[in-house]
């Protein structure tokens, strides 16, 4: 009996009995990531006047039109309360060299009755590459 080859590999999960076959079609390909760093703009008035600071890893690439955007959701340090920084970035802003930077621009979450603003623009992918 003949049997014609196949290009599809196949795998399953070992130490999983009656565990799902996969194909490498099925395996979602990972893609890069960026890190962030950034710093709030300044909220409240007098002796109560701060800012924040955030960093982070951003989430894979997520294709766009003719590019890709990332999505960030990190909080921001504790100064007797955070706020939350959650935001699409832009598109790819390339830098030379094959690299790549991300813009975001927006506002925290609303906490102790007041938001901060921020803008900022990721670190390039994979830097030691």
């Given at each position: ?60 690439a997520i ?44 506002r925290t ?21």
């Amino acid at each position: 009996m003949n049997k014609k080859p196949t290009n599809k590999k196949s795998f399953q999960i070992k130490n999983k009995p009656n565990s799902k076959t996969y194909t490498k079609r099925q395996i979602q390909v990972q893609t890069h990531t960026h890190e962030f760093l950034g710093s709030t703009k300044l909220a409240e008035a007098g002796a109560d006047r701060h800012n924040h600071r955030f960093a982070g890893v951003t989430s894979q690439a997520i294709r766009r039109g003719n590019s890709h955007v990332h999505v960030i959701t990190v909080n921001t340090d504790f100064f007797n309360h955070l706020h939350q920084v959650r935001i699409i970035t832009g598109p790819a802003i390339p830098v030379g060299n094959g690299k790549h930077v991300h813009f975001a621009k927006g506002r925290t979450t609303l906490n102790d009755g007041h938001v901060h603003n921020f803008e900022f623009s990721t670190l390039i992918q994979s830097p030691l590459i």
